[in-house]
């Protein structure tokens, strides 16, 4: 049941990383995918982040009703959910819907104009050339998304906590740096590696193996979706089980 | 020159090729015709090697296509062009573009020598100065022969060209055929049309292989169609009343 597609998925991805035919061509599109991916996305990251930091300060502080807890602690929380869960896991389930579904839907498109036949009759290694590159773009680019959400998102609960009244600049900003542990950032950015790896090559493999019609490519994409979240949230819950 | 020799290929539980075998020769232009389900696109696509084969062997000029390996497969399929039924043009490129890339992935060629070659196929499928279009620019007939212009710019020894005529006005079709008929004798090109039009059969049909059933019913010259006694291609063939004057008259 699960197995059949699972092999599938992996026959597909040792085609993706065959030698590509010329690396000129591959590194033109990657700086392709790289703009279409990552300075594409950086709007909807931004707006999203600023909003979830100024929520989660807020309703952080809005729990924290003990005069014995210092108001401080409002920073380290934003900071660290922020940094290991917020952000990769939020921004990585926002672009499932955004890459993923662009992504999906234009391999299934190309799959049924039979512009892939037309790929592998002029004898190109067609999971390589379409699915090579946007990999290799998400990989390179959700980080660094990733790292400008954390920041944006930061600023966001600053902005929101100070405005309200909430929590002092100062007592804010000492949250934030004390008790800070670098390992969380590395956590992060194995997640949002992991997380970039699974958003396109499950996208473009629910688009490479479309047929059909229309009809099929809109089923194909909101499958991607749909298997992208879920495998986010699995790959969450290991990399936290196993890393921290 | 290509040669099939008893191919088979199953569905599931539907056998669709039930082992067919037949010669195409270089210089001319032959035709597979069928009705719809007759397995003529799925004996196009074992032959070019989109769909394997269960049995049987394709072989170009003496080579074995199902024998090979991916590396091997390449080196013949730089050899192959293909007009898609939909032309399967990249949307996302012009037109240069769309004939250009397969001379940016397997030639060492510069910019200028390469766009040389793109303006000369442009030029023989009368289509010069359209190279800024996209594909959503253009009509029926001017996506197949861009179609048909992508797959000449390798310069190609076998030529594949799946229902040709789909789509197009009776006017657009004949020139399409005339192009496929011109490219294939100016080039001696191996060329393998699939398709169901009686125009092109008449027109440019110099061998034709009539599938029903999954299995060859018959092979002949559009001469011979005429006068066959063969029920099933009669039956597909002289299907319409203009058709069935048309005998009449002969």
């Not at chain 1, 921004?91 to 049924?112: C, H």
């Not at chain 2, 497969?73 to 293909?82: A, H, L, S």
């Not at chain 2, 039956?235 to 048309?246: E, G, L, N, R």
Request: proline share 3%; with cysteine.
């Amino acid at each position: 049941m699960i197995f059949y597609p699972l092999g599938k998925y992996i026959l597909l991805l040792k085609a993706v990383f065959r030698r590509p035919e010329k690396w000129n061509i591959y590194r033109k599109e990657i700086f392709h995918e790289m703009d279409s991916i990552g300075v594409g996305s950086v709007g909807i990251i931004a707006i999203i982040s600023i909003f979830l930091g100024m929520v989660t300060t807020v309703q952080t502080a809005f729990q924290l009703v003990s005069d014995l807890i210092p108001k401080s602690i409002i920073g380290s929380i934003v900071r660290d959910s922020t940094i290991l869960e917020l952000s990769p896991t939020i921004s990585a389930i926002v672009l499932a819907g955004k890459v993923g579904s662009s992504i999906s839907s234009q391999i299934g498109t190309m799959r049924v104009t039979e512009q892939i036949d037309a790929l592998e009759i002029m004898g190109i290694n067609s999971p390589g050339y379409l699915i090579l590159p946007k990999i290799i773009g998400a990989v390179i680019m959700i980080p660094l998304l990733v790292i400008v959400s954390i920041a944006l998102s930061i600023l966001g609960g600053y902005i929101a906590g100070t405005l309200s009244g909430a929590v002092t600049s100062n007592d804010f900003i000492m949250g934030l740096t004390n008790g800070f542990i670098p390992f969380t950032v590395t956590v992060c950015m194995v997640k949002s590696v992991l997380f970039a790896f699974i958003i396109t090559s499950v996208s473009a493999y629910q688009g490479f193996y479309t047929s059909g019609g229309a009809l099929e490519v809109g089923i194909s994409s909101t499958r991607a979706v749909v298997v992208s979240c879920i495998s986010i949230l699995f790959a969450d819950y290991l990399v936290a089980q196993l890393l921290l | 020159m290509i040669e099939i020799k008893d191919i088979h290929k199953t569905f599931g539980d539907h056998s669709v090729l039930k082992g067919i075998s037949a010669t195409f020769e270089a210089g001319d232009n032959s035709l597979i015709i069928g009705g719809s389900g007759s397995g003529k696109t799925t004996l196009l696509k074992c032959m070019v090697g989109l769909h394997e084969p269960d049995q049987g062997a394709v072989l170009y000029d003496g080579r074995d296509f199902t024998r090979l390996n991916f590396k091997e497969r390449i080196e013949i399929r730089k050899e192959i062009g293909m007009l898609f039924q939909g032309s399967a043009l990249f949307d996302s490129m012009t037109v240069e573009e769309n004939i250009m890339f397969p001379l940016n992935m397997f030639t060492d060629q510069n910019r200028r020598e390469k766009l040389k070659r793109v303006n000369f196929c442009l030029d023989r499928v009368n289509l010069e100065g359209k190279n800024n279009l996209y594909p959503a620019e253009l009509s029926g007939g001017m996506k197949k022969r861009v179609g048909i212009a992508r797959a000449i710019s390798m310069q190609p020894k076998y030529l594949f060209v799946d229902e040709p005529n789909s789509g197009l006005d009776p006017k657009t079709a004949i020139v399409i055929d005339d192009l496929i008929n011109e490219i294939t004798e100016e080039y001696q090109i191996t060329t393998v049309v699939v398709t169901h039009d009686m125009n092109s059969v008449m027109g440019i049909g110099e061998r034709i292989i009539f599938l029903f059933d999954g299995q060859k019913e018959w092979e002949g010259t559009n001469k011979d169609i005429a006068h066959t006694d063969n029920q099933n291609l009669n039956d597909f063939v002289f299907a319409s009343k203009f058709t069935q004057a048309a005998r009449d008259k002969l």
